[in-house]
C-alpha cells in the first residue's frame, strides 16, 4: 500500500454558520489538489464544531455550586468545569487536575472534549459536534470523498496524546482479517484493525497543532465504502472493558 | 506536511541469524526504493524477533500446573500459557480468553506479545525482541535511517488494534507542543504528541496482516534526529496512570 497524507494549507478561520465543505474545498484547491475517487479528508473536530456553532463564551456561563467546588480542589476555572459535566454522561476518573470523561456520545476523554486551543477569540471554548457522525455524512455528501473527523485523545498505559476518528462517513471503522489466513497459511484469529483511528493518528500528525492547517487529504488507503460505518462502532461498551 | 508510506514487498522469508538489515535494504531496493535523508523504516516485531532467535516451538514446553490450570480455564493451549507466564512480568486482567500482561519491558498486552500469526511452521509462536529499543538501534546504524519496529495492540475503550512502537531508533517518541503558540497566539498547555505511535499505526494499516509485507518506508515526516530516543519512554508507569 502507498498511503499519502497532505495537509491542507489556507483553510480560513471557520465560523458559526460559514459553509464549510465550500471552505474546504477551496483550500484543497488552492493547495494544488483536487478530490480523485478513494480519497479520504481528514478534519479536526475544532473547525467542524466552529461551523456548527458548538463554542461557547466562558464569560456567559454562570457555575453551579458543584461546579465551583470541583474547580477549586482541580485548579479549573469554574465556569470551564461547568461547561465540561454538562458534556458529560459519567465521570470517569478526576484526580489532580485530570478530569476525564464519558461524553454523551460516549467518548472517554479528559475534560469531556472541552478545548481551549486553537479558538480565535481568548475565553471562548469549543464543544465536540453534537453528532459527529452526522457531520461526517453531510460533509461526505458535499464534497463526494470520504470522510473522518479527528480529535487528540490521551491513552491509557502510554504517554503522550493520539488522534482518534470522532465522527467517519463512507470510510469503514475497521479492517476485519479475522478469519484471513497469512501468508503461511494459517488462519488469523483476532486481527480487526480500527484502521479509522489508525488514519486519525497519522493524518494528526500531519496536520500538527501549531500550523493553521486543521484538514488533510489520505490518498492511497485501499477500501471498500462502507454504508452504515460509524465512528461510535469504535466505541467499546464499558461492560466489555477490563479497564473501566 | 506531506507524509507517505510504503509497505515493501519482497521481504524474504526471515529465519534465525539471517542478516536482517541486508534482507530489508535489498528488500527495499527491489521495491524501486532507496534511502534518503529523513526517511524511517517500520519493522514489524515479527521479522525482528525472527531474525533474533526469539522463536519458540511450542513442541518443546512442558507447562507447569499453574499454566495448565490457567489454560484449562481459558481454553488455551497450556504450552502457550507457559510461554506467556515466561514473558510476563505481571497479568494485569484475565477474563473469558483474555490474557493481558505486562511484558518484562512494560508492555501492556495482550498474551504478553506471544503470537501464532505470520510463523512459518505450525506450532511455533513468537516472542517480543529481548530489547526492541537496542534491536532498533543496531538497525539504524546498519540503514543509515530512522527505525521504529512496531506491534499490534488492543486498547482499553476503543474496539480494535492498532499499532504502537515497542522499539525506536533517532525517531523522536514525542512531538512536543507544550509551551508553543497556536496561530491564535494562545500558549497550548498540555498536547504532546505520541508521534512514534502515531507514524506505527498508519505504517501498521499501510502493511497489512495477510499480504506478507512487513515493512514500510515513511517519508516526509518532519522530524530532528533525537540521540536518547526509545519506544520505553512512551510507557506510563502504573503508578502514573489512572487505569491501573
Redesign the interface.
Known sequence: ???????IQNVPEIRPGMNLSECLRGAVRSSGWSFQPGDILAVTQKVISKAEGRIVNLGDVVPSAYSVSIARRMSKDPRLVEIILRESRRIV?M?GE?L?CETHHGF?CANAGVD???????GWVTLLPKDPDRSARALARELGCGVIITD?FG??????????AIGIARVP???D?RG?????G?R????????A???S??A?????????TPAAVIRG?EWEEAQDTSAA????PAER????
Open positions: 500500500m502507498n498511503l499519502q497524507i497532505v495537509s476518573r484526580r485530570v476525564i472517554i481551549e486551543s486553537n479558538v480565535e477569540h481568548a487528540t491513552r491509557v498505559w502510554r504517554d503522550g496524546l493520539v488522534d482518534a471503522a475497521f479492517l482479517f484471513k489466513t497469512d501468508p503461511y494459517h488469523l484469529r483476532v486481527t480487526l484493525l480500527a484502521a483511528d489508525a488514519l493518528a497519522a494528526g500528525l500531519a496536520m500538527g497543532k501549531t500550523a493553521g488507503f462502532s469504535l466505541l467499546r472493558d477490563l479497564f473501566l
